[in-house]
């Protein structure tokens, strides 16, 4: 069917009396991640019944193109056979057994084998864990690990950038660069420190977005020469920062930052959590854009969401000096997850076998940006920005940035349009971000610019 009168029809609605059900236990027993409760309670939990491809169901039967693949996460888009089949023979098989104690299981060893296969040169080692927060949890013990195997106990600093998400463990927060994450909290901790993200934009600057990445360059020399270089251990940066903004560096950026930390002896960490598994046109952005990092992390893409799982991958450098200590006393119960690799495996299968990522880079994110740019005139268009296929569009009400409110309210104002409209997008702060799945086709990409151009008249009124 197609997409767009797929999206049109409505399948049977959830039973009345089972949803208010559902409500009420909700209401009652759970707590939500990211949620104001007493909002939510208010209208109604939104309660997804089915997937399929890039289009979700909700509670009213009616179908909803997902335009932010669930979390940034379910790039092969949902409802495939082919990772539901391989999970269930893992768990007829062998349901769960630790990767502790000089044990494993096989599809962990193989899903390590074919990320190694293809992450960057130089990068061949897996340490599995749960999440992306995990994942970069994770790197910061490797990093402490190994800064005190060489004896340089003093490089125990962390370095992020503004307008940075890298998690909500305790450590992971305190390298988050929003403060609605942070400051509820009392965080960071000491010894997490902020040096500017590229990103003029969001921060009212007039300069160029050349001008602007070589001033965070300055900015971020001078807090390593204040701090000094000696107690600073890594710098921890997205190659797009997602949650942030969608805010993509300009070309060449994020390879002078990595040659800054390379001078100062400071490691440079790729958080890949969106970015890795295709969304750019490639296996990683650090491949695409040839920053030979000394980690990195990723999750989301790595299952497609249809499990949790994260991975940090060290350098080999790294990993060779970890490896020689002895034990590595650092892991979860859940290291590996036999059930979670399994997902892994027959989702890189399928990016592999239907050439997703090379479909991204030639096909459907050049096809996405240029409907995306097309709205660059839009009375309602603050900024455009985007890589492949993910972006965002900052937005404008009727009387220009002068008009903005504080605090921000048109990006939650318009996802909830963007739902009346049968699309799914994801509200920040006064800006609307997309990631659709990587299986989405131009008819659906049609179907979602065009909602979101409805968005966008209405919130030109506002």
Not at 113 to 119: C, P, S, V, W
Not at 156 to 168: E, N, P, S
Not at 245 to 269: K, M, N, S, T, W
């Amino acid at each position: 069917m197609a997409a767009s009168s797929q999206l049109c029809s409505k399948l049977s609605p959830m039973n009345a009396e089972h949803l208010s059900q559902l409500r009420r236990l909700d209401a009652a027993h759970l707590l939500h991640p990211f949620t104001d409760h007493t909002d939510m309670h208010r209208a109604g939990t939104h309660v997804m019944e089915t997937g399929s491809g890039c289009t979700v169901t909700d509670e009213t039967g009616r179908p909803l193109l997902d335009a932010l693949a669930g979390l940034w996460c379910v790039n092969v888009g949902y409802g495939r056979r082919e990772i539901a089949d391989a999970v269930h023979r893992q768990m007829l098989g062998l349901c769960y057994y630790p990767s502790f104690f000089n044990t494993t299981t096989e599809p962990t060893i193989l899903l390590a084998d074919k990320i190694a296969a293809h992450a960057p040169a130089g990068l061949t080692k897996v340490f599995f864990s749960n999440s992306g927060s995990e994942a970069n949890e994770t790197a910061l013990k490797l990093i402490r690990a190994y800064n005190k195997l060489r004896g340089r106990h003093a490089k125990t600093k962390i370095l992020t950038r503004t307008f940075a998400y890298h998690g909500v463990t305790i450590a992971t927060t305190s390298m988050t660069g929003l403060p609605g994450c942070v400051d509820p909290f009392d965080l960071p901790l000491p010894g997490f420190l902020q040096v500017p993200g590229p990103h003029p934009y969001g921060t009212g600057s007039s300069m160029s977005a050349d001008e602007y990445g070589n001033w965070c360059l300055q900015e971020t020399e001078r807090v390593i020469d204040t701090e000094g270089a000696d107690t600073i251990a890594a710098l921890f940066a997205e190659p797009v920062q997602g949650a942030g903004g969608v805010i993509a560096p300009p070309p060449g950026h994020l390879r002078q930052l990595r040659e800054l930390c390379r001078r100062h002896d400071i490691l440079f960490v790729a958080d890949e959590v969106i970015t890795g598994f295709g969304r750019l046109g490639d296996w990683f952005a650090s491949s695409l854009w040839d920053l030979k990092p000394d980690m990195i992390t990723m999750a989301k893409g790595i299952t497609s969401g249809y499990a949790p799982l994260g991975a940090t991958m060290p350098s080999d450098t790294i990993a060779e000096v970890l490896s020689g200590a002895g034990y590595l006393a650092h892991g979860f119960t859940y290291s590996g997850h036999p059930l979670s690799t399994a997902a892994g495996l027959a989702n890189l299968g399928i990016l592999e076998n239907e050439r997703l990522i090379e479909r991204v880079r030639d096909d459907i994110g050049p096809y996405f940006q240029n409907k995306l740019h097309a709205l660059a005139t839009h009375p309602a268009t603050g900024e455009i920005r985007g890589e492949a296929l993910i972006g965002a569009i900052d937005l404008l009400p009727k009387g220009g940035r002068a008009a903005l409110k504080t605090p921000p309210v048109l990006g939650a104002t318009a996802a909830a349009l963007a739902r009346s409209e049968g699309v799914i997008v994801r509200g920040i702060r006064d800006l609307i971000a997309v990631a659709p799945p990587l299986v989405i086709t131009r008819e659906e990409v049609d179907f979602l610019f065009a909602a979101i151009a409805r968005v966008m008249d209405r919130i030109a009124e506002v």
